[in-house]
């Protein structure tokens, strides 16, 4: 139905499946994952969970408030909001005293609460990962965009991995929008979609493939839509 939790990326491996195929395979630590706040239509205009992730050092005061208020001791560092708009039927907000959860099928979670792999996937769900792409700083078209570059002989020594024409001559007159040129590379929000679940843990989830970032990169873990 829906699931959701924050990881980082630990391990790239390989693992033989049971036709022996070989398939690559990421591992996502997600130790430190609590439920923070819950946004409803009726008091926020739309419908999300509020995830904290992983120790920090330097919390923010806001954050700091809105972790007390949650009763988490724990100082956490990163926050994201995961939406329920497209679920909003299938789910129940709740209460237990004092304390605001929802209510998933079968799992019940409250403000406060830590989430583990365990309470929202299984083997075999397929799950779509984001994160941020490594930065490769300012690179030219034929790393980013991987032109071929200009003939190696004729007289062209200099031009092997230039461009080449940019843009026409009086009509138009200037270089169009969206032009593939030099430029900063990385550092792009990246979506990994449909990678299957292969083992869940109580700190750690396995899928398949591989995702974006960097070794201990941030990473947003949800079931996928299709």
Do not use: W
């Amino acid at each position: 139905m829906f699931g959701f939790i924050l990881g980082t990326k630990s391990v790239q491996d390989q693992r033989f499946s049971e036709t022996g195929d070989l398939t690559p395979v990421t591992h996502i630590t997600t130790s430190l994952c609590y439920l923070v706040d819950i946004k409803t239509q009726e008091r926020d205009g739309y419908n999300a969970l509020v995830i904290g992730f992983r120790q920090g050092k330097n919390i923010a005061k806001p954050q700091q408030g809105l972790l007390k208020k949650a009763g988490i001791t724990t100082p956490l560092r990163f926050f994201r909001e995961f939406r329920l708009d497209h679920i909003a039927p299938f789910i129940e907000f709740v209460e237990e005293g004092k304390k605001r959860g929802i209510k998933m099928s079968e799992t019940q979670l409250f403000i406060g609460d830590e989430i583990k792999p365990s309470m929202m996937f299984a083997h075999g769900d397929v799950v779509d990962v984001s994160g941020t792409s490594k930065g490769k700083g300012f690179q030219g078209v034929v790393r980013r965009h991987g032109f071929a570059g200009g003939p190696r002989t004729h007289g062209q020594s200099d031009r092997e991995r230039a461009p080449g024409s940019i843009g026409s001559g009086t009509t138009p007159g200037r270089v169009k929008k969206g032009m593939r040129m030099a430029g900063r590379m990385g550092g792009n929000r990246i979506t990994v979609q449909g990678l299957t679940v292969q083992e869940v843990a109580d700190d750690e989830i396995v899928v398949t493939g591989l995702v974006a970032g960097h070794k201990g990169a941030l990473l947003e873990v949800r079931k996928s839509k299709i």
